[in-house]
T-cell receptor, first 116, second 112 residues
Framework: NAGVTQTPKFQVLKTGQSMTLQCAQD?????MYWYRQDPGMGLRLIYY???????DKGEVPNGYNVSRLNKREFSLRLESAAPSQTSVYFC???????????????FGEGSRLTVL | KQEVTQIPAALSVPEGENLVLNCSFTDSAIYNLQWFRQDPGKGLTSLLL?????REQTSGRLNASLDKSSGRSTLYIAASQPGDSATYLC???????????FGTGTLLAVQP
């Protein structure tokens, strides 16, 4: 029962470096999401993909890009990492019902990123 | 803009107590509301999902209620156990994209 799998689990970058966080789900879900979690600020939506072939910005998209590679995979790229992007990143997925109402969100275990 | 508040921010109770966690939200135009549990250093685990047309959902010792009109949800935990110790987050979802807006959570410690 893999569910939502994120890689890598830990990463340390220097300012200006780039990297891609990978996410894959095996639950045949339509929708996928990237969140970041920071102390005192809760989880904030970075980008989401309502269905294969579509992506949209969330609350805090600046400095990030995403790719919905296929139905299973949704990657998050930091082109030029900044210390403000030090955070824990979570990928999630859900089914998509009519009119945008989705079911339960299932989360990965998180990717802990430090930018020096 | 949806704002979500969870009270209390932290709670410590002895094992066996029944307890209530509160969640309030400012925009009542939601599709559903989810309660999650997060253990330290881990991802979020979905506990209960309440659709906007429902008043409550139950799973084992957990019962969640939803009052859309007043912008409130409660999570009731019966007969608490040390294994219930975790951070509990509520997240109402609204709009065409099902954007979940998370509260900052209640940190629960159940003492043996």
């Amino acid at each position: 029962n893999a569910g939502v799998t994120q890689t890598p689990k830990f990463q340390v970058l220097k300012t200006g470096q780039s990297m891609t966080l990978q996410c894959a789900q095996d639950m045949n879900h339509n929708s996928m999401y990237w969140y970041r979690q920071d102390p005192g600020m809760g989880l904030r939506l970075i980008y989401y993909s309502a269905s294969e072939g579509t992506t949209d910005k969330g609350e805090v998209p600046n400095g990030y890009n995403v790719s919905r590679l296929n139905k299973r995979e949704f990657s998050l790229r930091l082109e030029s990492a900044a210390p403000s992007q030090t955070s824990v990143y979570f990928c999630a997925s859900s089914v998509r019902r009519d009119q945008g109402n989705t079911g339960e969100l299932f989360f990965g275990e998180g990717s802990r990123l430090t930018v020096l | 803009k949806q704002e979500v508040t969870q009270i209390p921010a932290a709670l410590s109770v002895p094992e066996g107590e029944n307890l209530v966690l509160n969640c309030s939200f400012t925009d009542s135009a939601i599709y559903n509301l989810q309660w999650f549990r997060q253990d330290p250093g881990k991802g979020l685990t979905s506990l209960l999902l309440i659709q906007s047309s429902q008043r409550e959902q139950t799973s084992g010792r957990l019962n969640a209620s939803l009052d859309k009109s007043s912008g409130r949800s409660t999570l009731y935990i019966a007969a608490s156990q040390p294994g219930d110790s975790a951070t509990y987050l509520c997240a109402p979802a609204g709009g065409a994209t099902n954007k979940l807006i998370f509260g900052t959570g209640t940190l629960l410690a159940v003492q043996p």
